[in-house]
């Protein structure tokens, strides 16, 4: 092929191969698109198999806590005993008067303390003072009486002395002329005389031994009516110191509603009390663990009233009984079972007396506690 043939089949070639050269727009830089990039096989087996271990770890874990605090709570209850089922009392004592009668005097307020003999209320005394007046004048009569029936009674002894006298006397002379009227010195008249003189004598002294009998009955009635006056006077009297009603303790009015004019009537509560001197705590605990405690077992108690105080107590008793069902009887506590329609493991009252009790804390009767008891 000559050299004028072969230059433009070279040149052709040479144009077809060649690339065209790239456009203004084309020379920007490309964005090269994300291909998201695959973990090996052999690291996200592994990153799977660290997270199921620490997933097994953090179970295990929380299995073991649960297991461990229900150890201690098994174990708890063979070290200490604790409840909220407990509450601050005392002795709620139901003042009533002796007599009856309609009340003058209220000296004392609502919620007031008071200290034992303090004047609580006052009953009317007039018909009482009446009565005793009465009496006291019947008295003074029967005293009167009873003087008169002495003096009779002395009087009447006199006479029966001298009765008496008289018929040693007689006698003596029948005696004397007996002997006298067989010998047949002493006529038959003489004899019937001192018979007679004999026989009236021991009458009249019969008769005088009667008298004073029957003085002395009247003086021993007349005595009699004079101890029961008395008797009855200090009945009234007593009755007239009753009318003034007087604490029988150191404590608290509570829910006064007593007012002048009421009428009191005998036995019927007027003012209730709350005892200063006996207060405790009652805390009801379950009986799976009282077989742990005995009297004398010390124990905290949380008073809600003053939260942040535990105070220092000690077991004064433990029931030994508690009735079965709810009933008006008050010598058995009764212990509720049930709560919330849940039934309760069934619990028995112990007491607890606290211990060097701070004089800043003012007891409530009724309020609430929490105790904890070591065994």
Same mark, same amino acid.
Request: charged fraction near 20%.
């Given at each position: 092929?000559?050299?004028?043939?072969?230059?433009?089949?070279?040149?052709?070639?040479?144009?077809?191969?060649?690339?065209?050269?790239?456009?203004?727009?084309?020379?920007?830089?490309?964005?090269?698109?994300?291909?998201? %990039?695959?973990?090996?096989?052999?690291?996200?087996?592994?990153?799977?198999?660290?997270?199921?271990?620490?997933?097994?770890?953090?179970?295990?874990?929380?299995?073991?806590?649960? *297991?461990?605090?229900?150890?201690?709570?098994?174990?708890?209850?063979?070290?200490?005993?604790?409840?909220?089922?407990?509450?601050?009392?005392?002795?709620?004592?139901?003042? %009533?008067?002796?007599?009856?009668?309609?009340?003058?005097?209220?000296?004392?307020?609502?919620?007031?303390?008071?200290?034992?003999?303090?004047?609580?209320?006052?009953?009317?005394?007039?018909?009482?003072?009446?009565?005793? *007046?009465? /009496?006291?004048?019947?008295?003074?009569?029967?005293?009167?009486?009873?003087?008169?029936?002495?003096?009779?009674?002395?009087?009447?002894?006199?006479?029966?002395?001298?009765?008496? *006298?008289?018929?040693?006397?007689?006698?003596?002379?029948?005696?004397?002329?007996?002997?006298? %009227?067989?010998?047949?010195?002493?006529?038959?008249?003489a004899l019937d005389t001192a018979t007679?003189?004999?026989?009236? %004598?021991?009458?009249?002294?019969?008769?005088?031994?009667?008298?004073?009998?029957k003085e002395r009955q009247m003086e021993?009635?007349?005595?009699a009516t004079v101890k029961a006056i008395?008797?009855?006077?200090?009945?009234?009297?007593?009755?007239?110191?009753?009318?003034?009603?007087?604490?029988?303790?150191?404590?608290?009015?509570?829910?006064?509603?007593?007012?002048?004019?009421?009428?009191?009537?005998?036995?019927?509560?007027?003012?209730?009390?709350?005892?200063?001197?006996?207060?405790?705590?009652?805390?009801?605990?379950?009986?799976?663990?009282?077989?742990?405690?005995?009297?004398?077992?010390?124990?905290?108690?949380?008073?809600?009233?003053?939260?942040?105080?535990?105070?220092?107590?000690?077991? /004064?008793?433990?029931?030994?009984?508690?009735?079965?069902?709810?009933?008006?009887?008050?010598?058995?506590?009764?212990?509720?079972?049930?709560?919330?329609?849940?039934?309760?493991?069934?619990?028995?009252?112990?007491?607890?007396?606290?211990?060097?009790?701070?004089?800043?804390?003012?007891?409530?009767?009724?309020?609430?506690?929490?105790?904890?008891?070591?065994?």
């Open positions: 092929m000559s050299e004028r043939t072969t230059h433009p089949v070279l040149r052709e070639v040479a144009s077809a191969a060649a690339p065209e050269p790239p456009s203004p727009a084309s020379l920007a830089p490309a964005v090269i698109p994300q291909v998201e %990039a695959e973990a090996p096989p052999s690291t996200a087996t592994t990153d799977a198999e660290t997270d199921t271990a620490r997933y097994r770890r953090r179970v295990l874990l929380v299995l073991s806590a649960i *297991a461990l605090a229900l150890l201690l709570y098994w174990a708890s209850g063979y070290v200490l005993a604790y409840t909220d089922d407990a509450y601050v009392t005392s002795d709620f004592v139901n003042v %009533a008067p002796y007599v009856s009668g309609r009340v003058i005097a209220v000296p004392i307020t609502d919620n007031e303390a008071v200290t034992k003999g303090t004047l609580l209320a006052e009953i009317d005394p007039t018909p009482f003072q009446l009565e005793l *007046a009465k /009496q006291q004048a019947k008295r003074v009569e029967a005293e009167a009486q009873l003087a008169v029936d002495h003096d009779l009674v002395k009087s009447a002894k006199a006479v029966r002395d001298a009765a008496a *006298a008289r018929a040693r006397l007689a006698n003596d002379n029948l005696q004397r002329a007996q002997p006298i %009227a067989k010998a047949g010195f002493l006529s038959r008249q007679a003189d004999a026989q009236e %004598a021991s009458a009249t002294l019969a008769n005088a031994e009667t008298s004073v009998n021993a009635l007349h005595d008395t008797a009855e006077i200090a009945y009234l009297q007593w009755q007239l110191d009753q009318t003034k009603v007087l604490a029988p303790t150191d404590g608290t009015t509570t829910n006064l509603t007593l007012r002048v004019g009421d009428q009191a009537v005998t036995n019927e509560p007027l003012v209730g009390l709350v005892d200063a001197h006996a207060w405790r705590i009652i805390a009801n605990y379950k009986e799976s663990v009282i077989r742990h405690m005995q009297v004398g077992h010390p124990a905290w108690v949380w008073l809600d009233a003053y939260p942040w105080h535990v105070h220092r107590a000690v077991v /004064q008793g433990i029931a030994r009984a508690i009735s079965r069902r709810k009933t008006p009887n008050t010598l058995l506590p009764y212990v509720e079972p049930t709560t919330d329609w849940v039934r309760l493991e069934r619990r028995f009252p112990v007491t607890l007396l606290l211990q060097n009790p701070n004089e800043n804390v003012i007891l409530h009767m009724g309020s609430d506690a929490r105790t904890v008891l070591f065994y």
